[in-house]
């Protein structure tokens, strides 16, 4: 399950971030426990690497698709991780996101992570739609 930006709640590394995208959702926002929502791009090199970590997946479930951000931009790979893996990513010193842009969050997934999007959801009161 994913959503169609990445997010990340408190303190750590967060690559795609950009303080310009807004957040939409009323339910994710700052807290003492989890302190601040923050919002990035779609993060494809961070999707593959745990599609891949988690071999017993068969599908996608794509939330959010609602507040696809205006700018429609994700991550295609990582400049200056030098001979480390993605997995090492919040060690690099500067990793530098490559951007590219999508028409569809749900063709865009499927296709690079080479998985059938199973179920979307949409809208205030999660309106679902199942692709089997």
Known sequence: MTRTFAHRHGLGPLPTEDPNLVNQDPLNKYNEWQRDFRLGHLDLPLLRYSVKESSCIQGLVITHLDQVPEKKLYCS????????????????????????????????????????????????????????
């Open 77 to 132: 790979r990582y400049d200056g991780l030098g001979n480390r893996s993605i997995r090492d990513l919040a060690c690099c010193f500067d990793p530098k996101p490559v951007m590219e842009t999508f028409d569809s969050v749900p063709e865009l997934l499927a296709s690079e992570l080479d998985l059938p999007v199973m179920a979307r959801s949409s809208g205030e009161n999660d309106n679902w739609v199942m692709d089997l």
